[in-house]
C-alpha cells in the first residue's frame, strides 16, 4: 500500500526551519498510519546561495530564493513559515489565497487585526491551518486534557501558570528584535506568555477577562554585534538601544467556566532554562505539569481512597495516541524530548489535512490567542480589567 | 548564673494554646542563652473547671476563668493570646492598657480598625509586642532574610506566593467560622493569604498597590455537628448555611521597589495538604522555598560560574542563629517541624523584650498585614487597583 | 481522672540527654492517652555539679554523680540511659537487675555477648526494655508497616537502603570516638548502618545471610581538641591518630522470606547531610522512603489501573496513631521534625510499659540488630557469606 | 564544501533498526561539523520482501535478504548490527573480515569469548568499532566525564548504580528470550545490569572484582502468543515455560581506583518504567544522575563555600560538545529525549571513523563490560569474589 504524497513548500532557513525538515522526515519514519508521505518539495530563503544550501542541508528537492514562487506553485500542498514573526502575515495570506494549507509557527501574527484576517481568509478558501503551539503538544498536555475531559477533576475551579526564562537577565545581552513594538509586539507576554495561554486555551476553554501588570528592568541594551537571537553576543562599547516591550508580566485571568487563574510569564527570571509551569484545580483533584518534565503529570484525585491520596508522578505513554509512533509500548518514562513534540505537531498536522477533520490548533485558535494577549496589552496600559470579545 | 523569670499568662486552651505551651517550655530547655526563664503562671479559660484542666495540663502554675483577671495580675509580664481572632482585640488592648507585653496569634483582629488601635496603644504603653506570623520564622525564611539583605540575588525584581489547602474542597465539609465574615473576616484570604504576605512584607519589604479577584465554588455548607474547625463533622441533612467569604483569591502586587507579583491562597485546592510557596528573583539570581520543605531553600546566584549555574539545595541550619538551639551541629538536613518553629518564635518573642531591641514581628507588622488584606479585598469589592496607605 | 504517675531516671547529659528530656514532657502534654505521666524524678551525670546543672536545666526533681543510686532507687520505675555506647551495658544490667524498666539509646552495646546478656536478663526479670532505634519510629516508617502487614505491595522481593552522611569527608576533621574499635566497634557500619538495619528488621522480617565489604579513605585524623562528636575541632598540627573502623561500607543481604537486597552506609558522602533512604519491592507494588522526608512515602500499588500506575506521595498522618498526638487532624504535610520523632518513642514507650504488651524495638530487637552487624563485620574479615544464627 | 560520503549497511528491522536509520539522517541535517555523510545505503532483513519494505520506510538505496552479501559489498564502509543478540557474533566477524568498520549493539555477544575475538579481530584488521552503550553518550554522562576528569569531586571513594524496570513483575508477562540463557545468558543482569556496568567503566574506570548474588521470582511464565519482546502478549492457559534466568541481581564492586560500590539490576521492580540511577562519591563532592533525568546533573562539591553548600540541578548543556548540534544555544532545559541520545552515538560514531582517534565504546569496551557480567555470574554460581582478569 501506498501513501499519497504531501508536497511541502518550506520558507525559513534558522532554528525553527531546521525543526521542521527533521520532524517531517521523522513522522514519516515513526508513524506507520500516517495518513501522507511528506515529500520535502521546495525551500526558500533570502538568496539563491542560501535556498540552494538550505534545500541541500535540509533535504528538499527544489529551492527558491522567491517565496512568492513557493506558495503559489501548483504542485506545492503545504505552506510551512518559519520566518520573522513580522513576516507571517504577507507569506500566511498569500499561501491561503493561492489554496495551500498553512503552517505557521507561532505567533501568527505580530498584531491582532492580521491574525483575524488569516483565519477568515482560510475559513473562506477552505484550506486547513495549524500553529506552532507545541507546549499543547507534549505527552503530558495531552494526556491533561483526556482526564480533564473524561471528568477527572470534577469541575474546574482555578488555573495556574507561567512561562519563565532567564536569558535576559543581564544588561549586557544584546537587543534583539524581541526588545522591539513593532517586530515583536509585547515582550515576555507575546514571546513566552502565549504558550501558557495555548495551554489554557486548550486545557480551560475560553477566557472571559483579564487584568495584566507589567515590569521593565532592563531598560537598555547594547546594539547587536554578531549573531542573533539567543546566540547574539555585543561589544560592551556599543550604543545603548532602548528596550520597547516588558521584561516580565503577570495577569489576573477569569474562565467562562467560573474557574479563576493567573497567568504569568518573565524573561529575565534568574536562573531559569526552560520553566514552564502549569497546575489545575477542580473539584475533584488537580493536576499538575511542572518545569521540564513535560513527559509526566503529577495527578491528585478525589476518587482515590482518602487515607492515601497524594500526588501521583503520571508518565504519558501508551494513554496518549502521538505517543505510540515513538515506542509501540509503554517506555514514558524513557522519554521524549524537545523535538519529539515538533514530530507530534507534525503527525497531527498531516493526519488533519488529510482527514475530513481539521487540524489542531488552527488559525482561528492562534488569532484567540492574539486576542488575549492584546487584550492583557490593552488591560496593562488602560489599567483596567478588559473583557474578551466573543 | 541565674536567668531572669518572666511570667506567662496564656488565654486559650485550643491547637494553639497548646502549642505555645509546648514552646515556653521547649524553648527555656533548647536554648542556654535565652535571656529569661518563661514562667508559665496564669492559664485562663471560659469557666473554672476549662481552665484548672488547662493549667494543669500545660503545666501552669495557677488558672483563671477570668481573663480580665489574668491580663491585670500584676505578677503577669506576658499575656499570650490564643482564642478566636474575633476575641483578640478586646484581650490585647486591655493587656496593652495593663502595661503587659503581648503575644497574640495571626491575625491581629479582624479589622483594620482594631489593628490600627492595638498598634498604637502598644507604641504608647511602650510594651514589646509580637504575632504569631510562623512562616516567616522557619529556617528557610530566616536564611532567606540574610541572603537578600547581603545582596546576594541583587535587585529584586518579582515574588511569587501562594498557600493552598484543600481541606474545604468537599460541599459536605461543615460550616464554620472560617465561612462567616464577621468571625473571620475574609475567607481563604485572611486565612492563608495573610502568611504569604506576612512573607512578602519580610522578605521584600513596602507593598505599594494590590489588585485582586476571588471565586466561591461552595456557596453553602451544613450546619456543624461535633467538633470545630478542621474536626468539624457535620450531619448531611443539616441545614445547609451561606458562606459569606471566598474559597480562593488571586492578586497582582506591585512593591514599593520596583518589583511586581502575584499572591494567591486557596482553601479549596484540591490534594494541597500544606501547599505553601514563594519564589523571589532579583538580577542576580532566585531563591525558592517549595512545599512544606521549610528546612531548605533553592537557591540559583550569578556569582556562581555560569558552566554550572543551576539550582541548589541548601539547608539553612547554622547559617541561622534560631538553628542553633535544636542542634548545635550541621544537622539541617534532619529537620525541624512545625512545632520546632513556634519554639523560633518564642525565642525571638523573649530575647525581643529582654532586649533594648523590639520583637518581631510586631504589631505593627500585623497592622501592615491586616491593611494589605483590606485593600486586597477592597480591591476586589470596587474592581480596581488599591494603593497601600503610608 | 488522674494518670499514673512513672518515675523516670535519666543518665547523662549530652545532646541525646536532653532530647530525653524534652520529649518526656511532650509526651505527656501532646498525648491525652498516655498511660502514665512520666515524672523527670532524678537525673544523674558524672559529677555533683554536672548532675545538678543538668536537672536544673531538664527539670528534674533530684541529681545524683551516682549512677548506680539512680538504678536502685527504689522511687525509679524506668532507667534511661544516654551516655556513651561503651557504658550502655553496665548500666543496663545494673537497673535490670535492680527491677527497672530500662530505656537505652542505640547501639544497645558495643559487643554482641553484652547485647546478649541484656537481652536475656531482661526476659529473666520480667522488665520492658526498648533500644532508641528512631528510623522506625517516623510516620514514614510506621505507614510502611501497615501497607506492608496489609499486603499492598505482594509478596517482598527486595530491600535497597542506606545511611550515609557527609561529615567525616575531610581529612582533618579530628579523630573521635568514632574511630575506635573498642569505644565504637565499627565505623560507619554501626554508626549509621544500624539504623538501616533496624528498618529491615521491622519492615522486611528476619535476615538469613549477609556478605560485606568496606573501605576506608581517611586512615589517620588528627588529635581532637575542643569540643566532641560532631562539634570536635582539631590543631591541624595535632598528632593523627590511626582511624580503626571502616569510613564505607557495603552489604548484600538475604531475608528469610526470599528476598534479596543491599545496605549500605558511609559517613564520608561528600554533601549527604542526613542522608538516609530506603526502598521496598514486592509483587504488587514499591515503597520508597527517600531522603530526609520521613513525613512521607513514594508508594506505587498494582492494584491502582494501570493506565495511571505511578509513585505516589502519601504523606503519613493519620493512619499512623502516633500522629494523632501532634496534630489530631490531617495536617501531616506540616510536617514532624527529628525530636518530634523522640516524642513518639516515649510515647510507644510508656504505653508498652503500662500495657500487657511489650515494648518495641525492646533489647531482644537490639541484640538482633547487633547480631547482624557483626556479622556483616565478620563477613569483611573472612571474606566470605555469613550466615545469621536463629 | 561537500562532506565525504560514507556508506551505511544497516542488518535489522526492528525498534533498534527504526532508531538507527532515523539517527543517521538526523546527525547529517543537526550537526554541520559531522565528518562525513551517512549515506543510507543498503538495508538486509530476513526476506526479499521485508527488506524492501524495511529500505522503503527507512529511506535506503538498495535490499537484500542476504546479510552476507551486505557486509561483503565494496560500496559499504560501516556494517551497522540491531538483530537479535544471539547473531551479532557471526554478523561482526564477517563485517570485520571484509575491513568493514562496525556498529554493534549492546550486547556485544552472548558469550565471552565470542566478545573476545570479536575485539581482537577488528584490532587485527584495523577497523573501527562501536557498541550501542546509550547509557554514556547522555548529555549528563558526557558532562560527569568532564568533571571527574577535572578534578571537581576529588579522589573517587564510592560508586552505586542500578537499572531498574518493573516490565516483567507480574506471572502472566509471557516467556521471552529475555528469559532463555541460551539466547539472553543473564537475565535482569545483563540486559540491564550491563549499562550500569557501562558508566561505571566510563566514569570509574576498571573493575578490580565482583561478589554477586540474585533471585528469581517468577519462574515459569506462559509461552508468548502474538507479538514478542515488550510488546508479547500470552494466552493465559498456554504452556508455561521455565524462567532460566535472573529477575533481579546485586552486586558488590571493588574498583582498582579504590573506591567501593554496588551494582544492581531488576526487571520486576514494580512501577519502575525506565528507573535507572547512578552516584559517584568522590573527596571533594559527590555527582548524582537521577532517574530519567538524563538531561541533568545533581553536584555538590567542596570547592563551594560550606555555608551554602548542597546539591545543584545542572543541566548539561553547552557545557557538552555532542549538545550543541541540537540547539546551539544553552536550552539545555528543553531537553533531550531517547532518541536524540541515538544520535549523540552517531556523531561520535562517524567522528570517530573519519578521526585519527578512535570511536568510542569500541569493542574492547564492550568485551570488558562482558567480562565483567561473566565474572558476576561466575560469582553467583561459585558463591564467592571473582577478581577481573587483566
Same mark, same amino acid.
Given at each position: 500500500?501506498?501513501?499519497? *504524497? ?61 517565496? *512568492? ?193 493567573? !497567568? ?22 488537580? !493536576? !499538575? ?96 480589567? !478588559?473583557?474578551? *470579545?466573543?
Amino acid at each position: 500500500m501506498t501513501r499519497k *504524497k504531501l508536497n511541502i513548500g518550506l520558507i525559513g532557513s534558522g532554528f525553527m526551519g531546521q525543526a521542521h525538515a527533521d520532524a517531517y522526515r521523522r513522522a514519516a519514519l515513526l508513524y506507520r498510519n500516517l495518513k501522507a508521505e511528506p515529500i520535502l518539495h521546495t525551500f526558500a530563503d533570502a538568496t539563491p546561495e542560501l535556498a540552494a544550501e538550505g534545500a541541500s542541508r535540509f533535504g528538499f528537492l527544489h529551492s527558491t530564493h522567491d517565496w *512568492k514562487k513557493l506558495v503559489t506553485n501548483p504542485e506545492i500542498d503545504l505552506v510551512d513559515i518559519t520566518t520573522p514573526n513580522s513576516m507571517h502575515f504577507e507569506m500566511a495570506m498569500a499561501a491561503i489565497e493561492a489554496g495551500k494549507h498553512v503552517y505557521c509557527e507561532k505567533p501568527l501574527t505580530v498584531n491582532l487585526e492580521d491574525a483575524k484576517a488569516l483565519s477568515e481568509a482560510a475559513k473562506k478558501h477552505g484550506v486547513k491551518t495549524m500553529v506552532g503551539f507545541n507546549n499543547i503538544k507534549t505527552p503530558s498536555a495531552l494526556l491533561a486534557k483526556q482526564l480533564i475531559d473524561r471528568g477527572d477533576i470534577g469541575q474546574i475551579t482555578r488555573f495556574r501558570g507561567w512561562f519563565d526564562q532567564g536569558f535576559f537577565n543581564d544588561s549586557d545581552m544584546p537587543w534583539s528584535w524581541r526588545c522591539s513594538r513593532k517586530l515583536a509586539g509585547t515582550g515576555s507576554l507575546g514571546d513566552l506568555g502565549a504558550h501558557v495561554i495555548s495551554v489554557a486555551q486548550f486545557l480551560m476553554g475560553p477566557i472571559e477577562s483579564v487584568l495584566g501588570q507589567e515590569q521593565t528592568f532592563f531598560k537598555t541594551r547594547p546594539a547587536p554585534g554578531d549573531g542573533s537571537g539567543y546566540k547574539a553576543s555585543a561589544d560592551l562599547n556599543a550604543k545603548r538601544l532602548d528596550v520597547e516591550n516588558e521584561d516580565q508580566f503577570q495577569s489576573l485571568v477569569q474562565f467562562k467556566n467560573g474557574a479563576g487563574g493567573t !497567568i504569568e510569564s518573565s524573561r529575565i527570571a534568574a536562573g531559569k532554562v526552560f520553566g514552564v509551569y502549569w497546575e489545575i484545580s477542580g473539584t475533584e483533584g488537580t !493536576i !499538575i505539569m511542572d518545569g521540564e518534565r513535560f513527559n509526566e503529570l503529577k495527578i491528585v484525585r478525589y476518587q482515590d481512597d482518602k487515607a492515601d491520596r497524594g500526588f501521583k508522578t503520571v508518565y504519558a505513554g501508551s494513554q496518549v495516541e502521538q505517543f505510540n509512533g515513538f515506542f509501540g509500548f509503554d517506555f514514558a518514562g524513557g522519554g521524549l524530548g524537545y523535538f519529539d513534540v515538533k514530530v507530534i505537531e507534525i503527525y497531527d498536522l498531516i493526519q488533519g489535512i488529510m482527514d475530513s477533520s481539521s487540524c489542531f490548533p488552527d488559525f482561528d485558535f492562534g488569532y484567540e490567542n492574539q486576542k488575549i494577549i492584546d487584550a492583557m496589552a490593552q488591560s496593562v496600559s488602560e489599567k483596567k480589567r !478588559i473583557f474578551i *470579545k466573543g
